[in-house]
């Protein structure tokens, strides 16, 4: 079974400049994220998508972040414009169901590197 | 608010010796917990997790983890470190609508 894929794997970019990424779930997952990892931390969550549809974006900076799945099944994150700030590791994962006691086990991607100089 | 802390950002052991990972968690309600680990460029895998039941849990790569509600702790440990142990390690509680809510890591490093 394919896993999670993401690209680009690395990215560098200058500041107020525009840059997305992409990211394709492991077959019939109905439920995507996007993580955030900063160096020396944990993921964070940025966005969660049930199908097509926005389950949770509390934490995402949408003066300047975006996202969308618009038929449920691929992905991409924007940023736009990038601050020094947004450098990070971008972890797609994907689950079959958001439902506890459901197989919920979310599976990850390679992640993408993201440097803003 | 659920949160994860881990003790300790990096710990290091020598081979052969007892892993010892600590985490605590915070949550109002019967918490899921797991623990991933992340090897260099590369995203997380899961070890093991903590749903229901049986408070000792086992993993792969010999790992387990013990919950322990009284003192809302999930300690990864494993009896025998080996070298292709040395990665980073995460604890997570599951948050409502399913996202992990992750503690910020330790770095396991493994002596010859």
């Known amino acids: 079974e394919a896993g999670v894929a993401q690209s680009p794997r690395y990215k560098i970019i200058e500041k107020r400049q525009s840059v997305a990424f992409w990211c394709n779930p492991i077959?019939?997952?109905?439920?995507l994220y996007w993580y955030q990892q900063i160096l020396g931390q944990g993921p964070k969550l940025l966005i969660q998508?049930?199908?097509?549809?926005?389950?949770?974006d509390s934490q995402l900076p949408k003066d300047r972040f975006s996202a969308e799945r618009l038929k449920g099944v691929d992905s991409t994150l924007k940023i736009q414009p990038a601050k020094l700030e947004d450098s990070a590791v971008y972890l797609c994962?994907?689950?079959?169901?958001?439902?506890?006691?459901?197989?919920?086990?979310?599976?990850f991607g390679p992640g993408t590197r993201l440097t803003v100089l | 608010a659920q949160s994860v802390t881990q003790l300790g950002s990096h710990v290091s052991v020598s081979e052969g010796a007892l892993v010892l990972l600590r985490c605590n968690y915070s949550?109002?309600?019967?918490?899921?917990l797991f623990w991933y680990v992340q090897y260099p460029n590369q995203g997380l895998q899961l070890l093991l997790k903590?749903?229901?039941?049986?408070?000792l849990v086992k993993g792969i790569n010999g790992f387990e983890a013990e919950f322990k509600k009284s003192e809302t702790s999930f300690h990864l440990t494993k009896p025998s470190a080996h070298m292709s142990d040395a990665a980073e390690y995460f604890c997570?509680?599951?948050?409502?609508?399913?996202?992990?809510?992750f503690g910020q890591g330790t770095e396991l490093s493994v002596k010859p």
């Open positions: 994962a994907s689950s079959e169901s958001l439902l506890a006691g459901k197989n919920n086990e979310q599976f």
């Open positions: 903590y749903t229901t039941g049986a408070t």
């Open positions: 949550s109002s309600v019967p918490p899921y």
């Open positions: 997570a509680s599951r948050g409502v609508g399913g996202k992990l809510i």
């Open positions: 998508f049930q199908n097509n549809g926005v389950v949770d």
């Open positions: 077959s019939g997952h109905a439920t």
